[in-house]
C-alpha cells in the first residue's frame, strides 16, 4: 500500500468512513476479534485488533508466535489488508515525490500522460509532444551506483533532451549526468531526490519540450 494512491471515492464505497481527518472502518475476524483499520489522507495504515473482553490484541505481529489460532488471526489479517490495498489504492508507478510533482507539472503545462512502454520495466514511462510524437522526458528508476553515485539502493531519475553545447557545460557526475540508456551527446540524466530544486527541473523540462519540436 505504500506504492498506492489513495483513492478516496473507493474507500468509501468499501465500508469505510471519515473520521476527523481519518478513514475508519471496524470488522469482525473470525466472529471473536475487531480489527479496527486507520487510513489517513496520505495513505498511511494503521490497525489494532481487539479480542472479546476489549484487550489489544498482539500476538499477530509477533515474530515466531505459533499456534493455530494467531496463525488463523495472522492470515485473516493479512487477507484483509491485501484487500483493502487492492479495492482502495490506485497503482502508483511512481515513489518518489518529486517524481510525482513532475508528472503532475507536466499534465498542468502541456496536458500529456506518462507511456509505459516496457512490459519488462513498467515504472519507466515516456512522455512525447503530441505534434510529432517525439520523446522529450522519461523517468526511470536505477540502482544509484550505475551512475557512479555511492550505494546501490534505487533513484528514480529524469531524462531531458538538451544542446549538446550545454550538456558538455554541465555535466558534474552529481547533479547532471550524460543520459542514462539514452544518446549521451543530446540527453540529460536528472536525480529526483531532491538533489535538485523543482524550479530547476521544471525549467529544463520546458527546454526539453522546446527541443523536441525541432526537426
Request: aromatic content about 10%; some cysteine.
Amino acid at each position: 500500500m505504500r506504492n498506492g494512491k489513495l483513492n478516496v471515492e473507493k474507500i468509501l464505497s468499501n465500508g469505510f468512513e471519515l473520521d476527523g481527518e481519518n478513514f475508519v472502518r471496524r470488522q469482525k475476524i473470525l466472529n471473536r476479534m475487531t480489527l479496527t483499520i486507520i487510513i489517513d489522507k496520505r495513505g498511511n495504515v494503521t490497525t489494532k485488533i481487539f479480542d472479546a473482553d476489549g484487550e489489544l490484541y498482539t500476538l499477530h505481529l509477533v515474530e515466531g508466535a505459533s499456534g493455530s489460532f494467531v496463525g488463523a488471526v495472522k492470515d485473516s489479517y493479512e487477507k484483509i489488508l491485501n484487500d483493502v490495498a487492492e479495492q482502495c489504492f490506485d497503482e502508483q508507478n511512481f515513489k518518489s515525490a518529486q517524481a510525482l510533482k513532475v508528472v503532475e507539472y507536466i499534465r498542468e503545462k502541456f496536458s500529456d500522460a506518462p507511456e509505459f512502454l516496457w512490459e519488462k520495466f513498467p515504472n519507466y514511462a515516456v512522455f512525447r509532444r503530441k505534434n510529432n510524437r517525439k520523446w522529450y522526458a522519461v523517468i526511470m528508476n536505477v540502482p544509484k551506483n550505475k551512475l557512479r553515485l555511492d550505494g546501490a539502493e534505487e533513484i528514480e531519475i529524469l531524462n531531458l533532451r538538451v544542446e549538446p553545447e550545454e550538456l558538455d557545460k554541465i555535466f558534474d557526475g552529481e547533479k547532471y549526468f550524460r543520459g542514462w540508456h539514452m544518446n549521451k551527446k543530446s540527453w540529460l540524466t536528472l536525480r529526483l531526490d531532491e538533489t535538485l530544486t523543482d524550479e530547476e527541473i521544471s525549467a529544463r523540462l520546458e527546454k526539453s519540450y522546446r527541443l523536441a519540436a525541432k526537426k
